[in-house]
């Protein structure tokens, strides 16, 4: 199983698209308040919209967006939910491929 980090921007709003198993994945991540949230499309099809980003919690957890693994942020120094000014250093967005 492997473990591939998603890159991101220290910043409040960002969109950006990647290839997760040979699927185009529209990510945007925006800040309101004092947490970070998630959007995310699939080759097109809205899978995953205003999830809120916690610590270590898969982002798709609760709903079968057509990966096979999982997605979370990591806080690398403690414990706390991401904030958006320490993105892609303090906390990273993980991709966990599934054990198949």
């Known amino acids: 199983m492997a ?3 998603i890159p991101l921007e220290p910043v409040q709003n960002q969109t950006f698209s990647i290839d997760i198993e040979d699927k185009r994945c529209d990510f945007k991540f925006f800040t309101q ?6 959007n995310l499309a699939i080759d097109d099809k809205d899978v995953i919209n205003g999830v809120i ?3 270590k919690a898969k982002l798709n957890q609760y709903v ?5 693994g999982s997605l979370y942020f990591e806080d690398t120094n403690g414990n706390l939910d991401p904030i ?3 993105l892609g250093s303090r906390w990273i967005l993980n991709y966990e491929e599934a054990d198949v």
């Open 3 to 5: 473990t591939y980090i």
């Open 33 to 38: 308040g004092l947490y970070l949230y998630m």
């Open 53 to 55: 980003c916690l610590n």
């Open 64 to 68: 079968d967006i057509g990966l096979k």
């Open 84 to 86: 958006y000014y320490g």
